[in-house]
């Protein structure tokens, strides 16, 4: 029989036909998928003929279909729903696939080939987006140290492939250390926590065999815990807990991979010729260097720390109404917060959650899309990974666009965070493709019979993965390695960080945000409550985000640090961190920057993106509102349709007719002088 995995998929729009496919077909067909594609890649590098765009770049787009669809059910479900088996097999896929894509970049020939084409790139007669897929195959062919001979050439396949497998490990040991840890609560604990605290407490406890509720490390329960626990004591016991994750000593101690992963990185720069990791990376990305990086991140950062330092000051105050003596610490935060809050706009979260149903933010998140691009739902009915995942097929004027998934609901086989990804890209050479994209999220599941709501970040999240969604299922471009969100990475969150803005919409929140019990839609003052506070706070989420975007940049800008524990504390030092805030991610967790390669000495780039979908949604502010019909299409034509096919600057300027500043930002967060 054939392996379910290699098989034509005769599913409803070739989606993977998860109800067929066991964990033991997983080795097999990887093992065939990967020999394949090295045959593909051979029979093109080995031609006889002269290269021809044709032969080689396109052919290349073409090769390792089998695999593309092996991995895209095996990072589903390594990522998503993961067991004891297919972590091990990812341990043991990861050095494979380095060793596969270094055996490709090394093709002494096929490089040979594409250098040739490069050389006469001018002469071959191409379209502009062949032109763009030829540059940007030869950048990553030089980049990858294609041009590298000897011994050079052999140190970077180890770099690398160790780089892989460090890489794994961290992920996997912030799993174990999140799964490891939770808090027991008595019933006298659950004092002061609202209703959905106290629910998603006993849902977790259950999960665990529990008799009671308990605290887990998810953030959808740890930060709520935070937010309105009054017991001091635990909250601390809780909070360090978090913030410990991946330093616990023993086997998962993610500190000195971080210290091996930032030294290979800075080697492997080395071998290319850069300065550094950080001139190496940059150089793709829409910022260019780590000066104009460092610039930006500058020019936010004292504003945030003058606003987050005073609101400190009067949290502090109340921390001393309460009869504490103590200094204002990182596990008062959220809780003076979220009184503060309160008190300032009398606004909390618990009012406020039941008027967030997950099922009307889904609808919301669609309906935006239908005005804005003309976008219908329609749920599918197909076997998934998983009970909790749905399905819905996407057209457009009738036509079929694509297929959505959606995997909301935290649990523990689930690695921590939200993602979007395309389990098939758009393509229409050589092959006509049309995307499958899933939404992964971790909202709290509720408990049985009771509608899931949500928190109003938990909102926001849902639209920004669906922003990533609608990149992917928008995109018209020729050629897979252009489409969707293959992108530069400091473009990649402008989609998904625009998108958020239309949960903030007055009119989408008065539609969609009702009540789950009564069904009445959010009074008026609750949502003018809400628009008014969205800025609130901003000083300390400015401050922990920046705190870690320039922990990430100066990792890797300048020698790699031997103890970056050491060298973590000396830039927070350097940039007087205020006491009660702590990166939103330290390094022994950050998974961003040591997981893989996407966010190392990138993790600014959701900032630059801000800078980005602030500028961008003022766009329709300042013609006919939030679905002005002119603006959307340009949003589509230029932005969304488009992928990598042009450069961002090009596609940014395209849209809005200019670069935006940082200004709009600033405004956006409250943080304008
Ligand atoms: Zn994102």
Same mark, same amino acid.
């Given at each position: 029989m054939t392996n379910p995995l290699l098989a034509?998929? &005769?599913?409803p729009f070739g989606v993977a036909p998860f109800d067929a496919i +066991? #964990? &033991?077909?997983?080795r097999p067909a990887f093992d065939e998928a990967l020999a394949a594609h090295l045959a593909e890649v051979e029979a093109i590098a080995s +031609?006889?003929?002269?290269?021809t765009f044709a032969n080689t770049v396109e052919a290349m787009e073409g090769a390792g279909e089998a695999l593309d669809k092996v991995l895209s059910v095996f990072f589903s479900v390594s990522g998503a729903d993961s067991n004891d088996q297919r972590q091990a097999l990812q341990r043991e896929f990861s050095p494979k696939l380095s060793a596969h894509s270094s055996a490709i970049s090394n093709n002494k020939a096929l490089f040979a080939r594409i250098a040739d084409l490069w050389e006469r790139r001018d002469a071959l007669g191409l379209s502009e987006e062949e032109m763009r897929v030829l540059y940007l195959t030869h950048r990553g062919f030089v980049r990858s140290g294609a041009a590298l001979d000897g011994a050079e050439a052999e140190q970077m396949k180890e770099v690398k492939s160790r780089l892989a497998v460090l890489g794994t490990e961290f992920t996997q040991n912030l799993l174990k250390d999140e799964a490891a840890w939770f808090m027991p609560l008595a019933e006298?604990?659950?004092?002061?926590?609202p209703g959905f605290v106290v629910d998603a407490a006993r849902s977790a406890g259950e999960a665990l065999g529990q008799d009671g509720p308990v605290v887990t490390l998810s953030r959808s329960l740890i930060v709520p815990f935070l937010q309105f626990s009054p017991r001091r004591d635990l909250r601390r016991k809780a909070f360090e807990a978090w913030a410990a994750r991946g330093a616990?000593?023993? %086997? +998962? #101690?993610n500190r000195g991979i971080a210290a091996e992963i930032l030294a290979l990185r800075e080697t492997r720069a080395k071998l290319l010729g850069y300065d550094d990791f950080a001139a190496y990376k940059l150089? !793709? &990305?829409? =910022?260019?260097?780590p000066e104009r990086v460092r610039e930006l991140l500058m020019a936010v950062w004292e504003p945030a720390k003058a606003q987050a330092l005073q609101d400190a000051a009067e949290m502090e105050q109340m921390l001393r109404d309460d009869g504490i003596n103590d200094a204002f610490q990182p596990w008062d935060w959220r809780y003076y917060s979220q009184k503060r809050r309160r008190a300032l706009? %009398?606004?909390?979260e618990a009012e406020l959650k039941? @008027?967030?149903q997950l099922e009307r933010m889904i609808e919301a998140a669609f309906t935006c899309s239908s005005r804005l691009f003309g976008l219908a739902f329609k749920p599918l009915d197909i076997a998934l990974y998983h009970p909790d995942c749905r399905a819905w097929e996407v057209t457009k004027d009738g036509k079929h666009v694509a297929v959505f998934i959606a995997d909301y609901f935290a649990r523990a086989s689930k690695r921590s965070g939200a993602w979007c990804s395309a389990m098939r890209s758009q393509a229409k050479r050589p092959k006509v493709l049309s995307p499958v994209v899933i939404n992964v999220c971790n909202f709290a599941k509720p408990p049985k019979g009771k509608p899931a709501l949500l928190s109003y970040d938990d909102a926001r999240t849902l639209f920004h993965e669906f922003g990533h969604a609608l990149h992917q299922m928008l995109s018209d471009v020729e050629f897979g390695s252009v489409s969707? !969100? +293959?992108?530069?990475r400091d473009f990649v969150e402008l989609p998904s960080q625009l998108y958020e803005h239309w949960l903030e919409v007055p009119e989408v929140l008065a539609e969609f =945000? !009702?009540? =789950?019990? !009564? /069904? &009445?839609?959010?009074p008026k003052a609750l949502l003018d409550k809400v628009l008014a506070a969205a800025t609130f706070d901003m000083g300390f989420q400015t401050v922990e985000y920046v705190a870690s975007a320039m922990v990430d940049l100066e990792f890797h800008n300048g020698p790699a640090p031997a103890d970056p524990m050491a060298k973590q504390a000396e830039i927070l030092a350097g940039m007087g961190m205020p006491q009660a805030i702590t990166m939103r991610h330290a390094t022994p967790h950050f998974a961003h920057v040591f997981?893989?390669? $996407?966010?190392?000495? $990138? @993790?600014y780039s959701y900032m630059w993106s801000e800078v980005m979908d602030a500028d961008a949604f003022a766009a329709f502010e300042e013609a006919g /509102? =939030?679905?002005d019909p002119a603006i959307a299409a340009r949003l589509e034509k230029f932005i969304l349709s488009k992928g990598g096919s042009v450069d961002a600057q090009e596609l940014y300027t395209a849209f809005r007719g200019r670069m935006p500043g940082v200004e709009a930002l600033l405004k956006g967060r409250g943080l304008a002088a």
């Open positions: 034509d998929w &005769e599913t +066991s #964990d &033991e077909d997983f +031609s006889p003929e002269p290269a006298a604990d659950l004092e002061g926590l616990n000593g023993g %086997d +998962s #101690d150089e !793709t &990305e829409m =910022a260019g260097t706009h %009398d606004l909390d039941p @008027y967030l969707g !969100t +293959s992108v530069a =945000a !009702t009540h =789950a019990d !009564t /069904g &009445e839609p959010m997981s893989g390669d $996407g966010y190392s000495s $990138g @993790y /509102g =939030a679905f």
